[in-house]
Every structure is written in C-alpha cells, then in structure tokens.
C-alpha cells in the first residue's frame, strides 16, 4: 500500500528521485494486473485520460517501443505535436513520459506524481499504475495532436488500458513473456493483448510467426467488433537494398529503408505507416513519412556504440552494439541481423534477469556466435548471475560461454582476441541502461 507520513491532505516533497524512490520504497514494484485501482485514482484526478489528444495504443511483445519511436519520428517530421508514453526507461524515469517539447521536466515530473500520491490518500495502487496516472495527467494538461500509448504488460488489464476509443490500435509481434502473468501459451497471450482492441476502431496487426496468438487476436476482434487489418491479408510489404514497397490494400506507395537496424525494425516501421494511414484528423504526407523513417532515433535497439569506455577498450578495427532483446523473438531478431554479417566473428556479452529463460532467447543466436560472456545486471537485485547465465547458454549451446565479473572485464577479455570481430551486448533492457549511462 502506498503511504505518506505526511497528512493526506498534504503534498509530499522532494525531488524526482526523491519522489520516485519514495513509490518504489513505500510500494514495490510489484505486478497486480487490475483497472479498478486506475478508474479509482483518475476518477480522483477528475478523469485526465479522457481529456488527451488522439490516442494510437499500441500492445504486443516485441516492437511496441520502437513501432511508437516509429510513429512520433514520423509525425514530428510533419509538424505535429505528440505526446507519448513508453517502458521500461533506460536511464532516466522521464524518458517514460515525452511531451511535445521532449521528455517531461523534472519539476513537472515531480508536480503530477505527488498529486497523484496525495489524490491517491494512500489507497492500495502499483508503482506503475500511481506513475500511469501520473502520465495521464500530464497529457491532459499539454496540448498536443496525438497521444502514443504503449501498453507496459500484456494489454487486457494493462494500466494503459483505460481508454475509452482511441483512434488507432496496433498489435505487434507476439510471443512469450511475461508467462506468469499472461499464461503460458502463445493462444492466452494472444487474447490478453487484444484487450486493447475497441469497437469499430481500426487495429494494425503485425507480421506473426504464430498461428494460436493470430487466432486468439482474430477471435476477440470478432466478440467486439473491431476491424483487422492483418499484415498479408490486408496488407504486405517488400523490402529491397534501396527502399520498402508498401501496399496497403490501395495503391502500392515506396518509403525509404528505415535508420534502425535490422529486418525486425522494417517490420516495426511499416505497422507504424499502417497506424498513421488510418488516423483521421491528422495530415500526414509521404514526404514526412519518409523523412521520419530517416530521423528515427531509438536507443538500445541495435544501437551501435562508437564512444565510452567500453568502445574505447576495443581495438578501433572491431565494432560494439547494444540491444535490450530478452526473449524467444528477440533473439530471431538478432539472429537474422548477425547472420546478415558474417565479415568477422560475433562474440556476444550477455546479461538477463532472472525472469527470463536465457536458452529460449540464445538458442537462434548459438549457432553464429564465436562466444560468449555472461554478466550479472550491476545493481540489479533480480539479475541472473553470471556462472547461472553461462550455464544456460551453454545449454543453449553457445560455445565456450564464460562467466565474467563485470561488463568491463566481458569487454577486455575480448579485446586480446586476434582479428577484427563485432561485439553485441544484449539480454535485458536493464542491463542496456547501464551501458548506456556510461558510454551512450
């Protein structure tokens, strides 16, 4: 339960990460997947999601926070002002919360969590539905023309999943996470994440590799009447090395290959271009869109690392990327880009919460990694130790798989390793903050 030890009718104070560490300490991080805890808090709040600009809401497993990247570059590049709300952050709370002139100011921030905490009188409520609110309120109060929503976990009972009508949903690649809570087959969580899907609004469905989590999709389309609109049913795309042909069901139109590495990304960019083709009220040229697909920024994702003492401690003929990819997919993803590159050996630095199941995520990538060293996440009490890490990719069968005492070491070990070769850091987006803080 979320408690003050001021008076109810007071507000705390403090700062940012006074405040926030103030939720987290008085009410962990705990997943509680319910929305009467939501409506009670934002009908105390004088209900702000239902006073923000047009929403796209976005759910999946794999790709949601880049198919939102996708859609703000796009929609910038046209001169609209947009809002959007992503998770986990990397480095900082605020990257969570982005207003139309860049992530939220930290007295902001600071301003729409403590009304929250003290219109919340200490009710039962999660560190991310108290910090949802909190959006939400921001939201309401920023002009904008569009409101990016992704969903934190699954999509049903999803904190994020309070709206009313948004004008545009989207279901990205789905497959297994979160188990615990959204079941253990691709079917359950299929269903969970189309709990976003609304009557009558038109919903985006990405390429997907499984047929019980399309069904599942499909079948609760059905029971509200929303329309699909299914990527090789309704709508396709073909790639080659100078752009992308896009046929959404009109006339085929050709966009340029999009900045973010990776075929899973192209995939990414085309469901953002479907969601943007069926958002009404907002005038968006092909010239944006192929400017936004360009400009298109979004750490973590494939990113690659030139600066910063992990880069530095590499010979300058060797590269180093960063990806926060932890699951079954994610590592399809990585394994379809690294095949791409077979000019030098890729060795790869590992490290993954404890939630997670390291042989489902390095089996793909096992057959084209030269090796492997397994670190524990620095400072993260839920992190896979580094021997427990090494002991699953070697029964992903990654060969010669080390455990290493820390990133720097992982990185220097490999340094000495004869010729060039291409380094990925990968398994968590925990782990991907890290680095980030000190060479990003």
């Not at 309070?162 to 279901?171: G, K, L, N, Q």
């Not at 390429?207 to 049913?233: F, H, I, K, M, W």
């Not at 992903?396 to 005492?405: F, L, R, S």
Request: glycine content about 10%; aromatic content about 4%; hydrophobic content about 45%.
């Amino acid at each position: 339960m979320l408690q003050t030890s001021q008076p109810a009718t007071d507000r705390p104070v403090g700062g940012v990460e006074a405040a926030l560490a103030r939720l987290q300490r008085l009410h962990p991080k705990r997943i509680d997947l319910s929305l009467d805890r939501m409506y009670r808090l934002l009908a105390a709040l004088d209900q702000p999601h239902r006073r923000v600009a047009p929403i796209i809401h976005v759910a999946g497993t794999n790709g949601k926070g880049s198919t939102v990247a996708f859609l703000r570059a796009c929609l910038e590049a046209a001169g609209h002002r947009v809002l959007a709300y992503t998770s986990p952050h990397l480095v900082h709370f605020r990257e969570r919360i982005r207003l139309a002139d860049g992530p939220i100011g930290d007295d902001h921030l600071v301003d729409v969590l403590e009304r929250c905490e003290t219109a919340n009188r200490g009710a039962p409520i999660t560190y991310f539905e108290i910090t949802t609110c909190a959006a939400f309120l921001a939201f309401a109060e920023t002009p904008a023309d569009v409101l990016l929503l992704e969903t934190g976990l699954g999509g049903r009972l999803d904190a994020t999943n309070v709206i009313d009508r948004p004008a545009v949903t989207a279901i990205t690649r789905i497959s297994h996470d979160h188990t615990q809570f959204l079941g253990d087959s691709l079917s359950e969580i299929g269903a969970e994440k189309a709990g976003i899907l609304r009557p009558g609004v038109p919903a985006i469905v990405a390429p997907q590799r499984s047929r019980e989590a399309l069904a599942a999709v499909r079948a609760y389309a059905a029971e509200v009447d929303a329309p699909l609109l299914e990527y090789g049913t309704h709508w396709a795309y073909r790639a080659d090395a100078d752009g992308v042909t896009l046929d959404p069901g009109a006339a085929p139109r050709r966009l340029p290959l999009p900045a973010l590495a990776g075929a899973h990304q192209l995939e990414n960019a085309m469901t953002a271009v479907m969601c943007l083709d069926r958002l009404g009220g907002v005038d968006l040229a092909d010239g944006a869109i192929a400017a936004g697909l360009r400009a298109v920024d979004w750490p973590a994702r494939l990113q690659p690392l030139s600066r910063g003492p992990l880069a530095e401690s590499l010979p300058a003929d060797w590269d180093l990327w960063l990806d926060g990819g932890h699951n079954d997919s994610a590592g399809e993803a990585l394994a379809r880009w690294a095949g791409g590159l077979a000019d030098r050996p890729l060795h790869l630095v590992v490290g993954m919460l404890e939630s997670k199941d390291p042989r489902e995520f390095l089996a793909p990538l096992a057959p084209l990694a030269a090796g492997l060293s397994a670190v524990a996440i620095p400072d993260e009490p839920a992190s896979l130790t580094a021997d427990a890490l090494a002991a699953g990719a070697r029964a992903a069968g990654v060969p010669g798989a080390v455990a290493a005492a820390s990133l720097h070491d992982a990185i220097a070990g490999l340094a000495g390793r004869g010729r060039p070769a291409r380094v990925l850091i990968c398994g968590s987006l925990y782990l991907a903050g890290k680095v980030l803080m000190e060479n990003g």
